[in-house]
């Protein structure tokens, strides 16, 4: 089949070859914005007097009824078109004959993509803003419930020191604060008009790019012609910042499923987001976490195949860039699912305190307050270090804990201890003690969850 830009080429493609260099079966999914940038396009054109305005208003109305088509069903999508582009422009010229074929004045599929991909992006980091949005409210809930449960800190997957449910939960909390944040910045760049670029020139018509940027919401408009149409730069923010939000959800996956293994059994996960075993009936798979840690390097590999693709091509539109639509549309997609798929599942799970506790108890986390305590009563640190690990031995030997030892076994040690040092050891007070701005404190833990909601707000 001939196509609409035969020219020096008589159009006839081998079918295998149009299979190969077709893009509609992935672009398809930018119609409204492809519509809407055409939209500005005919404005920009009647407003300037390249065509006439009432040409102009028929353009519209013509795309703004393959809009209403689209959306109503009673157009469907040609997959023989090479592109959305040339689809659009297909049905446009078939209903409203050659005044469709004006539309392309002064334009070229190199900026009008460009712009497409542009819209589509920025409406879609609006979407996984909203899910990260809801994400950080279920998390500062849970929070805000567990903020005084006790539970053992990691450094080195070792039991370190103590801190609270709540606290480790509001750790999150700060690094999505941080993917908001990531996400708004990009859109800033992205909102960034490239029409009027045209193929890499610009054009010789008298045309009005900010008044087509405009239109579309967007601020600014790409200073230079050739950076207009090969940018992509703004594919590769969005995937940078959804590969940086999706390492946060694969960390928070991980402890997810070791917390709710036998082996912690720190928290129960909701019956609708776990599955069986086929074979061993005793089995509550937390396969939505390992999911998610899993999609992670999905969303990784569309990052580097984007690189890849890039680093390499002259100025300007190289048809590898093609390439950039799948790779990001993918990304966008996992993150979006991977997102509303987590909040569900961080909603509906029970912690088990008791079980938090004792495994705070059974790691000496405590043994840096004992230390602590001597320091504060007149020994020097290194001194009280020796002691604190001499006393967690003793347990370790005997099958105690530091709060079970009777005083008399802490005097063999040093003259210094007293009775007090129980009240020093006790885990609730290790955590009430540690008074430092964005510490475990029931008081710190409220006022980090304050400063998440002060953000969504």
């Not at 609409?4 to 914005?33: C, E, H, K, P």
């Not at 404005?43 to 703004?64: F, N, P, R, W």
Request: hydrophobic share 40%; glycine share 6%.
């Amino acid at each position: 089949m001939a196509k609409m830009w035969a020219g020096v080429t008589d159009g006839n493609t081998a079918q295998l070859a149009d299979d190969f260099n077709s893009s509609i079966r992935f672009d398809s999914r930018m119609y409204r914005q492809d519509i809407t940038g055409s939209m500005a396009h005919a404005a920009m054109l009647g407003a300037k007097g390249i065509i006439e305005q009432s040409e102009a208003e028929t353009l519209i109305d013509g795309l703004q009824s393959i809009l209403d088509d689209l959306v109503s069903g009673a157009l469907a999508f040609d997959m023989t078109c090479e592109d959305i582009h040339m689809f659009v422009e297909q049905v446009l010229t078939e209903r409203l004959g050659d005044v469709g074929k004006k539309l392309h004045t002064a334009r070229s599929r190199n900026d009008q993509v460009a712009l497409d991909l542009r819209l589509y992006l920025a409406e879609e980091i609006d979407q996984i803003t909203g899910y990260i949005r809801e994400l950080l409210v279920a998390v500062t809930d849970k929070a805000e419930q567990y903020k005084a449960t006790i539970m053992p800190g990691y450094t080195h997957l070792q039991r370190a020191q103590p801190i609270t449910f709540g606290h480790h939960l509001m750790a999150y909390g700060m690094m999505l604060t941080r993917d908001l944040d990531r996400l708004a910045d990009c859109k800033k760049r992205t909102l960034v008009s490239p029409i009027g670029c045209c193929a890499l020139a610009g054009t010789t018509y008298d045309t009005d790019r900010h008044f087509e940027a405009e239109k579309l919401g967007m601020s600014e408009i790409l200073r230079n012609s050739l950076d207009g149409v090969s940018d992509r730069d703004f594919c590769l923010e969005l995937l940078s910042a959804l590969a940086t939000l999706m390492m946060h959800l694969s960390r928070f996956s991980e402890e997810i499923i070791l917390w709710s293994s036998w082996e912690f059994k720190f928290i129960q996960l909701s019956d609708a987001y776990t599955t069986g075993s086929s074979i061993m009936p005793q089995k509550k798979n937390p396969d939505m976490a390992e999911l998610v840690r899993g999609k992670t390097g999905r969303v990784y590999g569309d990052l580097m195949a984007l690189l890849t693709t890039l680093k390499g091509l002259p100025l300007a539109y190289n048809k590898d860039m093609q390439e950039d639509k799948e790779a990001v549309f993918d990304a966008v997609d996992t993150v979006k699912m991977c997102l509303q798929v987590f909040t569900g599942m961080i909603a509906t799970l029970t912690a088990l305190p008791e079980n938090m506790k004792k495994a705070a108890q059974k790691g000496f986390i405590n043994a840096t307050d004992l230390a602590d305590w001597l320091v504060k009563n007149g020994l020097p640190f290194r001194s009280a270090y020796k002691i604190a690990g001499q006393l967690v031995a003793r347990c370790l030997s005997e099958g105690t804990v530091l709060e079970d030892l009777p005083l008399e076994v802490y005097k063999e040690y040093s003259d210094l201890f007293t009775e007090e040092v129980y009240s020093a050891i006790d885990l609730t007070a290790c955590v009430a003690t540690r008074i430092s701005e964005g510490g475990p404190t029931v008081a710190s833990v409220e006022a980090q969850i304050a400063y998440v909601k002060d953000c969504l707000a």
